[in-house]
């Protein structure tokens, strides 16, 4: 048990589907982050909350829309994927304070086909 | 701008053996530093960070880092290796003297363990 739980652990979508993947933390932190993470690629931030509101969107399409209706949950939903986008998606989440370290969840592996 | 280095893609070591994993980075302030592993399949795991004092932190799982100001390094170690070390590793940093609070990760070294 991470402190961190997303579902669902694996997802196969079609380009045309519309799906979500959720993210829970136990921890009582205010920041949560969705990063993506591909094979032989750096981690790359996509998005960034703090206190439910939104800190940072590197420059993420919009296929991609993430929502957090409050500091324990945080969702990604997805639409209209290309197969460049399959990866393994990582939540985390920290207290917002420059010295806290990150805890992440297990990710959620997709598959775009 | 502030980044961080992990020069080696892969580290082979023989199990019983002394473990390094290197890191370096670039900030324009102090350093905030923090090492994480990620097993096959599983997400990120936080081992140790440096945020000031003494300049060897020790970790979980027996993993030690040494904090190197001169050298701008960070390198992960670890005196006897085993097989179950077997995974990738990242190092990360935030710089304080920049806005943003930001946490910029390397590219991983992936470290595999011999019996």
């Known amino acids: 048990e991470t402190g961190v739980t997303q579902t669902p652990r694996h997802l196969v979508m079609g380009m045309t589907n519309k799906k979500s993947l959720k993210c829970e933390q136990h921890l009582g932190h205010n920041a949560m982050y969705w990063y993506k993470q591909s094979a032989k690629k750096p981690l790359e931030l996509m998005f960034v909350?703090?206190?439910?509101?939104?800190?940072e969107n590197n420059s993420v399409p919009s296929r991609f829309s993430p929502e957090c209706p409050n500091s324990s949950h945080l969702f990604l939903h997805l639409h209209t994927l290309q197969p460049e986008d399959s990866a393994l998606y990582l939540c985390?989440?920290?207290?917002?304070?420059?010295?806290?370290?990150?805890?992440f969840g297990e990710g959620s592996r997709l598959t775009v086909l | 701008a502030q980044s961080v280095a992990q020069p080696e893609d892969q580290v082979n070591v023989a199990e019983g053996n002394p473990l390094t994993v290197k890191c370096t980075y670039s900030v324009s302030g102090n350093p905030y530093l923090f090492w994480y592993v990620q097993y096959p399949n599983r997400g990120l795991q936080f081992l140790l960070k440096?945020?000031?004092?003494?300049?060897l932190v020790k970790g979980s799982y027996g993993f030690e880092a040494e904090f190197n100001k001169s050298q701008t390094s960070f390198h992960l170690k670890k005196p006897s290796a085993l097989v179950s070390d077997s995974a990738l590793y990242f190092c990360?940093?935030?710089?304080?003297?920049?806005?943003?609070?930001?946490?910029?990760f390397g590219g991983g070294t992936r470290v595999l363990v011999k019996p």
């Open positions: 440096y945020i000031t004092g003494d300049n």
């Open positions: 909350y703090n206190f439910k509101e939104q800190t």
């Open positions: 990360a940093v935030r710089d304080t003297g920049a806005a943003g609070n930001k946490l910029t």
């Open positions: 985390a989440s920290s207290q917002d304070r420059p010295k806290g370290e990150l805890f």
